[in-house]
């Protein structure tokens, strides 16, 4: 079966760091694009990073220099570290596939919570 | 960058009648790179159309996508108690890639 589960959420007191997983099944996450997607409580969608399966990363402007997208091949792992944790990164955070054939997000993980609040 | 505008806000209708979504974009957008998502409350979204007009695997045939340019639409024929969620429009810009999202429709039950 084809999922992503993602892990590691929590509470974290700003200025704060967390690192969130998100474990594939079904497909290898190193030939797939897979981005970071969060929504903030009541908000809508918001991107946050993706890694190219050729390793190249990009962020978005309000957390870059802030959180790193990596993956380790070897465990079909996907990770997002967070550091300098504010209370506006509080959010839901889901782990997406990003096809590139279908040009859209077609796999989601279950999303995972972190909240930045002292 | 391009912003992506949904309307309306907030869709009041009943089981059975018809749904028309609008997303507009605030300049050109491929129709290969926009796709409609539909979440319901405490769940991941779910990929409903890709390519503008193309229903992912396991969407229901009421669920259709049309449009071009800067205008899109999201048409639910008729509506099914399922179908009561918050429905995203989202697009891709150039390389490197760039995704903006919509800040959605919730489609409420009269």
């Known amino acids: 079966e084809v999922q992503l589960v993602e892990s590691g959420g929590g509470l974290v007191q700003p200025g704060g760091s967390l690192r969130l997983s998100c474990a594939a099944s079904g497909f290898t996450v190193s030939s797939n694009y897979m981005s970071w997607v969060r929504q903030a409580p009541g908000k809508g969608l918001e991107w946050v990073s993706v890694i190219y399966s050729g390793g190249s990363t990009y962020y978005a402007d309000s957390v870059k220099g802030r959180f790193t997208i990596s993956r380790h091949n070897s465990k079909n792992t996907l990770y997002l570290q967070m550091n300098s944790l504010r209370a506006e990164d509080t959010a839901v955070y889901y782990c997406?596939?990003?096809?590139?054939?279908?040009?859209?997000?077609?796999?989601w993980g279950q999303g995972t919570m972190v909240t930045v609040s002292s | 960058e391009i912003v992506l505008t949904q309307s309306p806000g907030t869709l009041s209708l009943s089981p059975g009648e018809r749904a028309t979504l609008s997303c507009r974009a605030s300049?050109?957008?491929?129709?290969?790179?926009l796709a409609w998502y539909q979440q319901k409350p405490g769940q991941a979204p779910r990929l409903l159309i890709y390519?503008?007009?193309s229903r992912a695997t396991g969407i229901p045939d009421r669920f259709s996508g049309s449009g071009s340019g800067t205008d899109f639409t999201l048409t639910i024929s008729r509506l099914e108690p399922e179908d009561f969620a918050v429905y995203y429009c989202?697009?891709?810009?150039?390389?490197?890639?760039?995704?903006?999202f919509g800040q959605g429709t919730k489609l409420e039950i009269k």
């Open positions: 300049q050109s957008v491929s129709s290969s790179y």
């Open positions: 989202q697009q891709y810009g150039s390389s490197p890639r760039t995704y903006t």
């Open positions: 390519g503008a007009s």
């Open positions: 997406a596939r990003d096809s590139l054939l279908l040009q859209a997000f077609d796999i």
